[in-house]
């Protein structure tokens, strides 16, 4: 009679040999699931966060820049901001004892936008500002040495027009900038109003009734009531049709509601002028 776990002779019979096989089987079944693992780590492609997001580099902050001299040699400086089709030249300091209002050309400068290309000149009399005088060093008034038709020699506004380097250094500047609506920053006591010449009614309209949220003071006041000759309104408005607004501040106005009143007045003009974008005559000379 044979055993059942031995053959005859010694040997390891059939149901030893099954036994002995079993732990080898297992381990080469745990040996294929470890490398099927391996397999499946190797080509699930692994799930990253995205990089992060780079924030929009800040605007550029304009920066003053001479553009000439005055007669005492003091630097005129502009400054231009936005890049809007609506093209926006922003006079100060005509006068150079009507400083209400000038302190806000350094915010204007910096408040870039696309509804306008605004260039600014932060004060065109800087000989005047420094001894608190209307005139410039040579006793001119720079807002009567304009070639306008109406130009009239004399001690008030120079014996020739243009005879000023700041009014010639101004006039090169607007000739290359090329603007579509000019605005000159004044101050009087009949202020706080808005004077206009050439085809500017309706941008008159828009900053008097804005600034009228700072004071129901303001208005629009077309005709001032005395002659200019050769100012830059008679220049540039009647004589190139050019639309040009004079902001008369009060004098003695706070600067800070004259600063509010001349920012939101110039953005509810230069909706308007943008939503027009005028078919206006060029300055003599220049090609659009």
Known sequence: ?????????????????MAASVPVAWRYAWLLVAVALLAACVSTPKHTAPPPVAPP???????WMPIGSSIERRP????????????????????????????????????????ATIRILRDLNPDGTAARSRVNARGHDLNRNWPATNFKPGPEGGFSPL????????????????????????SMSLGPLVNYDGPADRLANAFAGAARS???EWYVRPDMG??????????????????????????GQDEAS????LQIG????????????MDVAPLQGIQR
């Open 226 to 251: 005395y002659e200019t000759s050769g100012s830059l309104g008679s220049y540039l408005g009647i004589d190139q049709q050019l639309p040009i607004l004079t902001i008369e501040l009060k004098r």
């Open 214 to 216: 700072v004071s129901p």
């Open 57 to 63: 580099p800040p605007a550029p902050v304009a920066r």
């Open 1 to 17: 009679m044979v055993d059942g776990g031995t053959s005859t002779g010694g040997r390891p019979g059939h149901g030893a040999r």
């Open 266 to 277: 110039l953005a509810a003009m230069i909706r308007v002028g943008q939503a027009r974008r």
């Open 76 to 115: 005129l400086l502009v400054a231009q901001s936005g890049s809007g089709p609506l093209r926006v030249y922003l006079i100060g300091g005509v006068h150079g004892d009507e400083t209400e209002g000038r302190s806000v050309l350094e915010s204007v400068k910096n408040q870039a936008g696309s509804a």
């Open 258 to 261: 004259a600063a509010t009143a």
């Open 163 to 186: 005879s000023e380097p700041e009014t010639q250094v101004l006039e090169r500047d607007l000739r290359a900038f090329r603007p579509d609506v000019v605005v000159v920053l004044h």
